[in-house]
């Protein structure tokens, strides 16, 4: 199915890549969820597909730069994106993605099939997945909204079951929240007072770094895992074990979001996104954020979803309520 192409957005360059695709689905009796327009997108490194979540209505997948689009989530994922951390891929195999979804169904697609997870009550605001082995099926989740606040819960078959832990995230938005899963067993989490290891599936939990990342799942790359703050990345290559300082400072919400090599990358922060050919010892602006439109904020510190193609040199941005739309750097 084909549709017309990307329509001009004229303030920053812009492009609404989403608003034809979604006009087409509803046109042929389709109902989008509250609040309606797009929210999540994730780019393959390798050969530069951009995926979108359409709120209620799945992700879709676009090869040529969003002029079109057809569904890959096997009729798995609905609900939305509540932040730019819900939906990610896997750095080193991106073909690999996993969709968190809030008041929708979620699950992962681990290289051959989707797996769903088993919903729970209203679901995710983001989750981190061990993306170290052939087959995922640990995951470390924060979910939506509980009592008492920053619930987190893990999964080891996939999503299948669920068991809540006993540590809470921060309930501030504007606040460092952060849950990673670095293997089987190894797990961090920050919610303000430094990052915290567990080596025994989240049973007991030590201070590791007092730094507070403001990214909230580390990305894991070529063996190390990375974080951000407004100081610049923070990279563990021991499992968790110590995080240490790497390259020049720079304010990091979402990313790094990986090129041909560790030593090309993007981050989105605050003054918009900037980019490092040296594994971040000097950064360069390329882009500044999309504008507010008529729906949720594209702030990146919650509702904002950013995506870098580094094949065509492109960015992605979506919020709830919005359309995707795409920067040309």
């Known amino acids: 199915m084909a549709w017309f192409g990307p329509l001009a957005w004229a303030a920053g360059n812009w ?14 009796g389709a109902k989008p969820a509250w609040p309606g327009g797009c929210s999540g997108v994730v780019v393959d490194r390798l050969n530069g597909d951009v995926t979108i979540k359409v709120v209620g209505l799945g992700l879709w ?3 040529d730069k969003g002029a079109h689009w057809h569904r890959v989530d096997n009729d798995t994922i ?3 994106d509540e932040t730019g951390w819900a939906t990610s891929v896997d750095a080193n195999n991106p073909t690999r993605i996993a969709s968190f979804s809030l008041d929708g169904s979620s699950g992962l697609f681990d290289g051959v099939a989707w797996r769903p997870f088993t919903t729970l009550g209203r679901n995710w605001d983001f989750g981190s997945v061990d993306w170290s082995v052939p087959v995922p099926t640990t995951i470390i989740a924060a979910k939506h909204e509980t009592n008492p606040p920053g619930e987190v819960y893990l999964t080891q078959d996939c999503g299948k079951a669920w068991r809540r832990l006993s540590i809470h995230l921060s ?3 504007e606040r460092p929240s952060m849950v990673g899963a670095l293997s089987s067993s190894a797990f961090v989490y920050c919610k303000g007072e430094g ?8 049973a007991t939990w030590s201070l590791v770094s007092t730094e507070n990342p403001q990214t909230r799942a580390p990305v894991f790359f ?29 304010d990091i919400w979402l990313g790094p979001f ?4 560790e030593s090309e990358m993007v981050v989105v922060g605050k003054d918009g996104a900037f980019k490092s ?3 971040g010892e000097t950064w360069k602006k390329i882009g500044d954020l999309r504008p507010n439109g008529s729906g949720y904020s594209f702030q990146p510190n919650w509702f904002g979803c950013y995506a870098w193609d580094p094949v065509n040199n492109l960015l992605y941005a979506s919020a709830m309520g919005n359309s995707v739309y795409r920067l040309e750097l």
Do not use: C, E, P
Not at 15 to 28: E, Q
Not at 195 to 202: P, V
Not at 227 to 244: A, I, P, Y
Not at 258 to 261: D, L
């Open 15 to 28: 492009t609404d890549i989403s608003g034809d695709l979604i006009r087409s689905l509803t046109n042929n």
């Open 258 to 261: 990986f090129g041909r090599s």
């Open 222 to 250: 070529n063996r190390a895992h990375y974080l951000g703050n407004g100081s610049g990345l923070l990279v563990s290559r021991d499992m968790g074990t110590t995080w240490k300082r790497q390259g020049s400072s720079v």
């Open 171 to 173: 309930d501030k938005r």
């Open 78 to 80: 609905s609900g939305r």
């Open 61 to 63: 997948r676009s090869s």
């Open 277 to 279: 050919l040296d594994a």
């Open 195 to 202: 990052i915290q290891l567990s080596n025994d599936f989240g």
